[in-house]
């Protein structure tokens, strides 16, 4: 069954046992799912205080031992007992109700190995929790607002062209080391930011980040950001790019590799962002830049290493592209997908 049939069947049934949840704190009201494995159905449940649980039915000589994957996930033993029935599952709980949608796609992938291996239904489990733990677990360190407002206008441009292709977090490789923070094809994109009211000043890391890509072309985009209570939070961003992605497992690893945690996303909601200037450059000669390309050419031998230095953007009346050029860009990124 397809990952988004899943998701939509897990939400329906936690939506409808929402609605008449147990008052109890130690009952669950439970559903079945059309997912079997050998020992049964698997359920949906819902607790006393709203939160959303998974229950892998469990063979008679499985045993679960309390276990807490990340502050949010919970994995432990739980009976459910009725006057005819008595039967123990693998119980998996998301304790924060802002990961729900994330949760979601934890379940789905879990009925989906459930499916593969009906036999090893626990197995399948573990697996799928193992995969995706560190992404429930909260970090100890949080970004700056720098990193906050370079982090936003990443994500801004993913969604430009998520908004294209839902494939298109496969183009976002600065997560990964990559000198270039989108790249696809023989096209590649530099995103810089700044929240300073003047300034046009970024910083630029490395004699490569302004190289072009062999036999390609590279642009930088520039935002000016202003810290507002009325702009848009990364949380609302990542949620909007999880519903425009065919692959929110992969989505989730680079932006964890950025630095964000999805778990940490309430430290966050009070860092809005609205966007005040925005412009595109193409990397060509007469832009201002430092890069290896230029030193070898110019026949200097480079015997340096971790060069950082500073470049002024150009102002708005040189070099950046029409709104028209954009788009044929993003087309490109987004064709270079396929090849």
């Not at 998701?7 to 936690?14: D, K, N, S, T």
């Not at 949840?21 to 050998?38: F, G, K, M």
């Not at 490569?208 to 950001?225: E, V």
């Not at 193409?282 to 050419?297: G, Y």
């Amino acid at each position: 069954m397809p990952v988004a049939d899943l998701v939509q069947i897990l939400v329906e049934h936690w939506s409808a046992l929402e609605a008449d949840s147990p008052t109890a704190s130690n009952h669950l009201r439970s559903s079945e799912l059309p997912v079997l494995c050998d020992s049964g159905a698997v359920l949906a449940a819902v607790d006393s205080e709203g939160l959303r649980h998974i229950l892998v039915p469990l063979e008679a000589r499985q045993r679960v031992g309390r276990r807490v994957d990340g502050v949010n996930l919970t994995v432990v033993e739980t009976a459910l007992e009725t006057t005819n029935t008595f039967a123990r599952y693998a119980d998996v709980c998301c304790a924060d109700r802002s990961l729900n949608d994330l949760f979601s796609e934890v379940c789905s992938d879990i009925l989906i190995a459930i499916e593969g291996a009906p036999g090893k239904a626990l197995t399948a489990t573990n697996t799928v929790i193992a995969r995706w733990r560190s992404l429930f677990d909260s970090s100890r360190t949080l970004l700056g607002e720098a990193r906050l407002s370079g982090l936003f206008a990443e994500l801004w441009t993913l969604r430009d062209l998520m908004l294209r292709s839902p494939s298109a977090a496969l183009s976002w490789t600065g997560p990964g080391g990559y000198c270039h923070d989108f790249s696809a094809g023989r096209s590649a994109v530099e995103v810089k930011s700044t929240t300073t009211t003047e300034s046009r000043t970024v910083r630029i890391h490395g004699l490569d980040q302004l190289d072009a890509p062999h036999d390609g072309k590279l642009h930088l985009r520039w935002m000016r950001l202003a810290a507002r209570s009325d702009g848009t939070s990364l949380g609302e961003i990542v949620d909007e790019l999880l519903s425009l992605t065919d692959d929110p497992p992969s989505f989730l690893d680079k932006l964890d590799s950025s630095g964000f945690r999805i778990a940490d996303r309430n430290w966050y909601q009070h860092n809005r962002f609205v966007i005040v200037d925005d412009r595109w450059f193409e990397v060509d000669k007469s832009f201002p830049k430092l890069s290896l390309s230029q030193l070898t050419a110019a026949g200097i031998p480079v015997s340096v290493s971790d060069v950082e230095y500073s470049i002024e953007i150009p102002d708005g009346s040189y070099g950046s592209l029409s709104s028209g050029a954009i788009e044929d860009l993003i087309e490109k990124l987004v064709e270079g997908l396929a090849g």
